[in-house]
């Protein structure tokens, strides 16, 4: 898959500050007011000066890259992002817990098929994780139909199947409180790109097939999708459904994966 072939060229083994090193030098030419090139752990991060800095828009480059989430050869419901997020509790993820390393690590290699749990943000061993508590919230509604309609009322069961079928795909890999410079994606972002490529190339082929189902939360022109055009299996956001990206069974994204499960709407 040219998504995780060009995540393969990336090698965090070398320390922080984790970037794609195709998008080094963009970032260096045009990036200058959101990046934070220090390294820094979960220690480092509380007593610098960035910690309580709630205006704070750098990407957190200490932080491991997440350009999808789940297991992206099986999953048949694909939600797209602009940016993952940033929590405090992300440094101490990383640098405090060598299982959650780990399963991010799995998670960007793709060798995450075996899990039981392949989109680990809905694993309840990380329930304590900012990521858990976006995702589960985010999904909640639609895994207790799931949970009622097919597992006898087991939540766990109905989160197990969604980790198998659920992935997502982030337009800019960076974590940050919040993103604003779109100049780096219209410049062509070699990470952007990537990931542009592999929904319009693979993605929505199989959309148009009837084998998956997309749903855009936010900016669907940068994921090159005219919002006035009408395709199968897509979903794109507008107005305020954009700012809180849900998927409750009220909303068009959720009709949509009460679908694709084949479960009916209460």
């Known amino acids: 898959m040219s998504l995780t072939r060009f995540w393969s060229d990336f090698a965090p083994r070398g320390g922080s500050p984790y970037i794609h090193p195709d998008d080094t030098d ?29 205006a704070d828009k750098q990407f957190h480059l200490s932080l491991l890259p997440v350009p999808y989430a789940g297991d992206l050869r099986r999953a048949d419901i ?9 929590n405090f509790v992300d440094y101490y993820a990383e640098y405090e817990s060598r299982q959650f390393r780990s399963r991010l690590l799995q998670n960007l290699r793709q060798e995450n098929h075996k899990a039981k749990f392949p989109f680990l943000y809905l694993d309840p061993s990380f329930c304590w994780h900012s990521g858990f508590v976006w995702w589960e919230r985010k999904l909640r509604e639609v895994g207790k139909i799931l949970a009622k309609q097919k597992y006898e009322g087991s939540y766990l069961a109905a989160l197990e199947e969604l980790s198998r079928r659920v992935a997502a795909i982030e337009l800019v890999p960076y974590h940050s409180t919040s993103f604003g410079d779109h100049k780096l994606v219209e410049l062509g972002l070699p990470s952007s790109v990537a990931a542009q490529s592999f929904v319009k190339g693979s993605l929505l082929p199989r959309a148009a097939a009837g084998e998956v189902t997309i749903i855009v939360t936010r900016r669907p022109r940068d994921w090159g999708l005219d919002t006035k055009r009408k395709r199968r299996g897509v979903v794109c956001y507008r107005g305020g459904l954009t700012r809180g ?9 959720g009709q949509a994966i009460l679908k694709r499960l084949e479960l009916k709407s209460p």
């Open 26 to 54: 963009l970032f260096l030419k045009k990036g200058h007011g959101i990046l934070d090139l220090r390294s820094a752990n979960f220690r480092q991060f509380v007593r610098s000066e960035r910690f309580g800095n709630f």
């Open 245 to 253: 990206a849900s998927l409750g069974p009220k909303t068009s994204g």
């Open 78 to 86: 694909f939600v797209l992002l602009l940016n993952p997020g940033f």
